[in-house]
């Protein structure tokens, strides 16, 4: 028996393996959705201070009620600028994007955030993290998360009721989940977001735009890919 050109084939072969495990990994998925985010915040006292969001969200290309989410929240203003928040989300989301069963996830957050203003107060900017303990369905431990969000406003000059809104927000995991092989240590998410928003009193803005999600996930599960038209009602008091 000969073994003349065994390491060669061998090589081959190996190259072979490696190519065809780097595609495993199938293309993203892709979704049209629209999230309607109603924020609700009230200064209680010159430091307490209050918030209330609730928020549905239609997926599967528009057609299915995807998630509804509620998320109240008590903050300590340490001054102008400085917030600290703790508070809970209740959200239902579908088993599917199609299916009209839901699960409830049940989250604790804790959070800082620092809003300022240059250029006149023309320019306004806020910084955001949080950190989430997430009780998922199914799941005995909570998956902790961190996510952090900067979101800038400019002023239209001359049209001082319009503005131009943008944000970045990214997610991690913070730990390792036994029964959930997509809540591993690491990127979970990101989301970046362009839109418009309309003063039509110093208690209300209606802002709205496009935000673009991608959603890593773990082989061989394809990551997700939203497309979201977000429209917010944000009153304050």
Known sequence: MSFTGQPKRIKIFMIAALLVSTNL????????????PVNLNVKLTEQLRGFLELQPRVGNDMSNLTA??????????INDKATLWTG???????ITPDSDTYLIENRAFQGFTWKD?????????????????????????PS?????????????????????????EIFFNLNNNANNAQLQTGTQQNRLYLGVGYRFAPEFQVESGYLYQHVWKNSPVADQNNNVWMTNLNVNF
């Open 144 to 168: 902790i998360r961190w996510r952090t969000r900067l979101r800038v406003e400019q002023l239209i000059p001359g049209g001082s009721h319009w503005s131009v809104i943008a944000s970045e």
């Open 25 to 36: 990994k199938a293309a993203p998925h892709s979704d049209f959705q629209a999230w309607i």
């Open 88 to 94: 809970y989300l209740m959200s239902a989301d579908s």
């Open 68 to 77: 509804m989410m509620i998320r109240p929240a008590i903050g300590w203003a």
């Open 117 to 141: 203003t240059a250029n006149d107060k023309q320019f306004i900017w806020e910084v955001r993290n949080r950190l989430e303990e997430r009780f998922l369905p199914r799941n005995t431990d």
